[in-house]
Each structure stands twice: as C-alpha cells, then as structure tokens.
C-alpha cells in the first residue's frame, strides 16, 4: 500500500512537471503567437532542452492548442476556443452596447480608446480603437491587466465591493506603479469622489490614461472607458472631460435598456 501511495505521488509531480512546462511554452510564444516560432527559440524562452520541448509541442499539437507550420509552430484553434469562453454573454451585450460610444471618444480625442471590465484583480479588455501611438499601449482585446496599474481597472476597484488587503500582493510594472495596498485604497477613495481615474505612467513608462464608469444603475458600474496618450501628447483638460461626457451618454444607453428590458419582462 505505502509502495502504491508513493508511486501516485511521484506520477502526480511528474504530471505538474509537465504541466508547468507546457505552461511555460505557451507563454513563450509572445508576440509571434500568429507567426510562429522554431523548437530551439521555444526552448530557449521556456528554459527547457530541445528535445523536452519538441515531445511537449507534439502533445499539445495533438490537442489542437499548436499548430506546425512548416518548420515552426503556432498558437492553435483551439486555444482561441478556450480565450472565447473567458467572455461571458454579458460580455458580449456590453460591448454591443457601448462600442458606438467608444467609437466616439476615439473621435472626440483621436487617441487609443478602451473599453475594459473588471475580472477578479484585473481589468478585462472587450474593445480597443488603435491611435497613432509612438508610446503603444500594453492592452489588448481578449487580455487582461492588472487593473491597479491601469486607469480603467482603477475606476472600476473604485466602485466595487472589495478592496486590497494589505497582505495582497501588488504587482508592479513601473516604478510608479502603486504596490501599497493601504496606499491604493486611499487612492482609490479620491477616485470615487472625483469619478475620474488616472494612469500616470503606471502600466508603461511614457504612457497616461484616463477613465471613467459606464453607469447601468447608480454606483454599480459595468464597465468603463478610457483614453491613452504619450505623455507629452496627453491633454490634462480635454481627455478627461472627453471621457465624462461620453461615459456618461454610455450611462443613460444602459439605464435606459435595462429600463426597457424591465418593461418588457
């Protein structure tokens, strides 16, 4: 019996073993996820032999979640499948709704425009119009960021039931990013009172953002918008004054829909 246990423990940590390592080489595609990448670069971002990474690569190839494309490989179709299912529904309906009012803060402000909901600690990005960055901003559509490093998770964090312990763990992607938890509530507080969040080089040096709440009901926010410029480009008036006015039209659009859906049920 003690012979049987020790030989499932050990099978077990093989399997998280591999696990990790098939994590690690997901990860490494980075952004040649569509391009693709040879085993030995893979290997070498992963830190793992070329062999160890081929056997793992022809694994997941067997899964779907790889593809070979020639002499490289891919992220595949079915790892597209699973990102899908990150998205709720609900997902779906806020981004139907409120891509027309992003549309308009992009043209109101001709700088890169999102439109973001908070999942768990992270802010979740559902759209994103592109503008003529030299400074590109990290976010993508699908991906997340951890929302107290960015304007749009910040306003959200504001307005929401939790708030960071101060044993949470903080993390920083530049020296001005806010790694206190006692720090970032109080942060957070002047935020509410202002209705206003800004991202003051917090998520990429260089980078400053601004967002507001799309309102469905008083004080419960869906999500929210938000503007990014370089630095010497962003415009401390104009931008968060844009963001209000249309974050607020995006306000009454949904209170308005929920109204009508509570007429008609």
Known sequence: MTHLATTTEATCRDERTAVDKAVS?????????????????????????????????????????????????????????????????????IRELATPFLIELYDLTHQTAHLAVLHGVD??????????????????????????????????????????????????????????PAMLRRHLAVVREHGVAFDDEEARPGLRCVAAPIFASPGRPVAALSVCAPTMRFNARAHPAAVRQVAHAASRAFAGQLRAAGRSA
């Open 25 to 93: 080489l997901l990860l490494s595609f980075g952004e040649e996820a569509y391009d693709g990448l040879g085993v030995s670069e893979l290997a070498r971002r992963a830190d793992m032999s070329k062999s160890t990474a081929f056997r793992l690569l022809g694994m997941l190839q067997r899964n779907g979640v790889v593809e070979r494309t020639g002499n490289a490989y891919r992220l595949g179709a079915r790892l597209h499948e699973l990102g899908q299912q990150v998205y709720t529904p609900e997902h779906d309906r």
């Open 123 to 180: 802010v979740l990005y559902l759209n994103k119009l592109y503008g003529p960055h030299t400074v590109p901003p990290p976010s993508r559509v699908g991906r997340r960021a951890p929302a107290h490093c960015t304007a749009g998770g910040k306003i959200l964090l504001a307005y929401g039931h939790e708030t960071p312990r101060d044993d949470d763990p903080l993390v920083r992607r530049t020296p001005r990013s806010l790694t206190d």
